[in-house]
Structures are given as C-alpha cells and as structure tokens.
C-alpha cells in the first residue's frame, strides 16, 4: 500500500556497525547492573570495554578487516530489513564495501543495557549513530549484540539492528493530501456543490465541509474527516450526512492520486459501497469517479464529476 510521505532515509541497511560501546562502557555496565561489581564481573567489564574500544577505532580508522576480527569464525550481521551476512570473511567483505562508499564514516554508540548469561556470554543492547560525512545527518538504529569468550577475549557471535525511525505524526501521513485545501465548487443541472477543506488546529486531521443547494435552496450537507489510521496504515475518511447517514473510506495511494473504498449505510440502514477514484489534475481542478456502486445489493451507474477550485472574491 503507497503513501505519500516525504521522510529523509539517511544510509539504511548499508549502515551496518559492529562498534558495540564507547570508552565509557565500563561505568555504563557498572551503572546498567544491580549485581555486586565483583573482581571477576569488573574484569569482564574491563575486557568488553577493551574491545569495544578496538572496535570503534578500527571502524573510524575504515579497517574492515580489523571489524570483522572483533567476530567469531562464524559470526553473523543482521541488519534492520532481516539481511544477514555470516563468517567473518563475509562481514569483512561487507564493511569493505560500505567504506568504499562511505570513506569518512564515523561512529558513536550509547549503552543501554548489557547483562551476563552464565560465564561466557554477555548481552549488549544500546543504540549506534554514523555519520557519513562531515555535516551529514547521523542515521540511528537499536542493536542488540551477543559477545561469547575466547580466551581472554569476549569477540562477537552475533549483531542485530533494529530501526529506531520516529513514527510518522498524523500530519506527514496526510501531506500528500494538502493541496485539497482551499474552497472548490461543482455545478450541474441537478444542483450546486459547494466544497470546503481545511486544516484541524493540531494539523492531525482534514475536515472537509460539502454543501449542496438545488435551485438556489439549501439540500444537504456532509462533514468528512480524514485522518491516519497507524494500526492499518492507511488514511482513513468518516463523513457524515445531514440526513442521518454515514460512511466510512479506506485511501489508498496510486502514482497519479488515491483510490478510496467506501461504505456507506443510509438512514433507513440500506448498505452502499462504492470505489472512487479522486486524482488532481491540475492546481484548479480535481477529478472524482465513482464505480462499483452498489446500494441495498442493486448496482448503480458509475459517474465522473470534474471539481473546480472556486475562484476568488471580485476586489471591492
């Protein structure tokens, strides 16, 4: 399902990092954990720290063979979009690549917690920020990161990030649909439409006002809102009727406008539903179609209407 949304995507995916903790991991873990800072725990932090360490500056030094040492034989990446790359030859062939692109990448990490499982696994969780170039905007995930002992080593078993993205607001989710804003008319032979969008004062919401007059006299009058739904991810339209009538459409993004699927229920409780297509087709003027209109289970006609911007007040 498309949805139009302008957001920035800085070095997804590509951006994988093994640095797992800054000089300061050790009073990090010492602050993260409950347990007494036994001798044994603070030499387990202490050799952590030191590859960690290692780990930063052979990243910003662009080694890739010196990041893919801080691995065991078989370690393994897995990036955000649940790419994986295994052994240590891979890895290092991965950060060959990402460094050819990227030759003035830098690194920082923040701790979020790391926790023992039994004597020779430890488990780090925390966030990494890379810069690209000098300037750049940093891209950040979450990471979660298993160290296994070698000796007197803790090297890498296994690396997964997961994107720490914003969500979208309401209104990013509805940009798209900003240049239905503004006072628009429909005139026919059967009556005169006239047709009001604006913006809610917490721009979470388009509220759009339809008024119909036949013969110069008021007819009928609906109020929709349209809004974002995050549990479907989709937006989402409620109208309301005067007469007592109400429906609900799902927008759908296309390359050249949305398509809605309606459903609507009449005062007397007959069900309708409907597809209509709306598309811009240039600053003044929009297009809406309706088809596969069923109402009480009868079909009915599909129709075209072309809707005009209105045109300004003459100048006094």
Known sequence: MTVFSVRATVVRGACLVVAMVLATAGSAWAQATTAPVTPAVAAVVKAVATEAEATVKAFNA??????????????????????????????????????????????????????????????????????????????????????????DRWPLASYREFSDDPLPTPTEMLASLDWIVGDWIDESPEGKTQISYRWTEDGNFLIGEYNLSVGGQPASKSVQRIGWDPVEGTLRSWTFDSDGGFSEGEWMGTDDGWVVKSEATLPDGTIGSATVTIRPSDADHFVVESTDRIVGGVEESDFKLVIARKPPQPAK
């Open 62 to 151: 662009g080694d890739a063979a010196a990041l893919a040492g801080m691995f065991i034989e078989d370690g393994e990446v897995v990036d955000e979009n649940g790419g994986v790359t295994e052994s240590r030859a891979e890895i290092a062939a991965l950060f060959k690549r990402f460094f050819a692109r990227f030759p003035k990448a830098t690194l920082e990490m923040e701790v979020t917690d790391a926790r023992e499982i039994g004597d020779d696994v430890v488990i780090e969780e925390g966030v990494r920020r890379i810069t690209t170039d000098q300037g750049a905007a940093a891209a950040q995930v979450r990471y979660v990161a298993v160290r296994t002992k070698q000796g």
